[in-house]
């Protein structure tokens, strides 16, 4: 268990200005979570995340890590405990004039009775761990971005932690790297017993791997939730427009370009968007309240994404009909839809009306 209590950070800098990068951060991140913290740039993602094995020493508030308060810690004990705290970075921090072993052994000859055989034997299982284990012997600029940050999350498990930080850990990777390392991450997770912290600024990475995820912005905390509560019902501007970032992409050209009035006209439609989740998002429910309503209903675009292993889809249809029609309809749908937005009226120029 991580618990932070009211975290503070300022940071002063030569020139005296004082840059407040957490202004009381209370978190507690469970045992063999995935936990995300999402944020703009700025937003204190690193210093939060930094505070965590005290490469940053926290203005005030207490960190908690297994139990051990770490701000009271001294050097050599504090020492001893980062070794059940691994990191991995955007930057990916291998060392160039080392092979890909040697920069895994790293942390294990660090330690004081380092048996070299031993530490041979660990940094194969390991390599193996993360698919690597053809290439202990080569250097890391023989790599692909995404195996190396294989290797750095090999050394960063080396001592064998309990914690895994991640720092923007899929920034430099295209796509789908991104996702094979997130795949990685989400099946050590569950291999070692592992709790994952993931610092990012993309709701694509949340949205694929976190349980819980925080968004963080000013230095606060300003939404925390289970990452389906987060994407279906997402509270503050912030959260909204992040969200809308990653799942409504495919629908995000088609509200841009859709003309939609408040008021309503003879023979208008009615634009809305539907929210779909969980198993209703494959139900025939726009079929049913078509025939049941009489509404004529179009389905203008849409977009599934997967959730915890929940579909959430984003739906925007058109109602046309006569006015008792599609107010009967939305009724409808308001009752089976897990949220339907009212874009607006769309005219409906030159069609039959009834
Ligand atoms: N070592 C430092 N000295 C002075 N100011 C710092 C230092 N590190 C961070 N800051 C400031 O603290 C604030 C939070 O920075 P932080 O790096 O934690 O944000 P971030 O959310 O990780 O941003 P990014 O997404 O760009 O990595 C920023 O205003 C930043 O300029
Ligand atoms: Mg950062």
């Known amino acids: 268990m991580i618990r932070l209590h009211n975290i ?15 202004k009381g951060i209370d978190l507690e991140i469970r045992d063999g979570e995935i936990f995300g913290v999402i944020g703009l740039s700025g937003a204190g993602k690193s210093t939060l995340i930094r505070i965590i094995n005290m490469l940053e020493r926290p203005t005030e508030g207490s960190v908690e890590v297994n139990g051990t308060e770490l701000t009271s810690l001294n050097d050599a ?19 160039s004039s080392q092979t890909v072993s040697g920069n895994v052994a790293f942390p294990l000859l660090l330690e004081r009775h380092a048996d070299k055989s031993k530490v041979r034997e660990r940094v194969l299982e390991l390599l193996k761990l993360v698919g690597l284990e053809d290439k202990a012997d080569v250097y890391p600029s023989e790599l692909s971005g995404g195996q190396k940050q294989r290797v750095g999350i090999a050394r960063a498990l080396a001592t064998d932690p309990k914690i895994l930080l991640c720092d923007e850990a899929t920034s430099a990777l295209d796509p789908k790297t991104t996702a094979s ?3 990685l991450l989400t099946s050590l997770r569950k291999k070692l017993g592992l709790t994952i912290v993931i610092i990012t600024h993309q709701m694509e990475v949340i949205k694929e791997c976190c349980d819980r995820v925080a968004v963080l912005d000013g ?6 939730g289970s990452t389906l509560e987060i994407f279906s019902t997402p509270k503050q501007d912030l959260t909204k427009r992040l969200v809308s970032a990653a799942v409504r992409r495919d629908v995000q050209d088609l509200l841009e370009h859709l003309k939609v009035h408040e008021k309503p006209e003879e023979g208008d439609a009615l634009a809305l968007e539907l929210l779909f989740l969980g198993e209703k998002a494959n139900d025939p429910v726009i079929v049913e309240v078509a025939e049941r309503s009489r509404a004529r209903i179009s389905i203008l ?15 925007v249809v058109e109602l046309a009909g006569a006015p008792e029609v599609i107010e009967n309809a939305l009724k409808m749908l308001q009752e089976k839809v897990f949220r339907v937005t009212v874009l607006g009226y769309a005219a409906k120029g030159g069609q039959n009306h009834d």
């Open 8 to 22: 503070h950070k300022t940071y002063v800098l030569d020139s005296g200005r004082q840059v407040q990068a957490l």
């Open 77 to 95: 004990q504090l020492r001893a405990e980062r070794r059940r705290i691994g990191m991995i970075f955007q930057q990916f921090n291998l060392l």
């Open 181 to 183: 390392i997130l795949r």
């Open 219 to 224: 230095g606060l905390i300003s939404e925390l």
């Open 301 to 315: 675009g849409g977009a599934i994404n997967h959730i915890q292993g929940q579909p959430l889809g984003n739906l």
